[in-house]
């Protein structure tokens, strides 16, 4: 089995594929699959993009799923609906990605990079 694997779903194509960019520097084994925008490339959420996200990203230890806002979230939970099994967590988009994977870099299981994720919620920035 390898390790948890995290999906970032944003509206924008730049912001989910720069944040898979910052998050694999600090965690290069994870696999962080970007589910950004629309199929045509606008701002937006697609649901083809993030179920086949979710697919790339499992790896048999499960799927950790980032949303940025509003629809994306939206969106996420109706994919989750028809695919039980990855967890999308209720966590700040950068440093819960971050977290997340620095977590799941170290071989933790599905709950413990949950719990990362939604603990950086509460991390002071000074």
Do not use: W
């Not at 299981?109 to 990362?116: E, K, N, S, T, Y």
């Amino acid at each position: 089995m390898g390790l948890v694997g995290i999906v970032l779903v944003s509206h924008s194509e730049q912001l989910a594929s720069g944040l898979r960019d910052l998050v694999s520097q600090v965690a290069p084994a994870v696999p962080i699959v970007a589910a950004g925008g629309t199929d045509d490339g606008g701002l937006g959420t697609s649901y083809d993009r993030i179920s086949a996200a979710l697919a790339s990203a499992d790896n048999g230890a499960g799927v950790v799923v980032l949303a940025d806002l509003g629809s994306a979230v939206l969106t996420a939970r109706a994919v989750l609906d028809d695919a039980p099994g990855p967890v999308l967590v209720d966590a700040p988009f950068v440093e819960g990605a971050v977290a997340a994977a620095v977590t799941a870099s170290t071989g933790a299981g599905l709950d413990d990079v949950v719990a990362a994720a939604g603990e950086a919620r509460d991390v002071p920035k000074f």
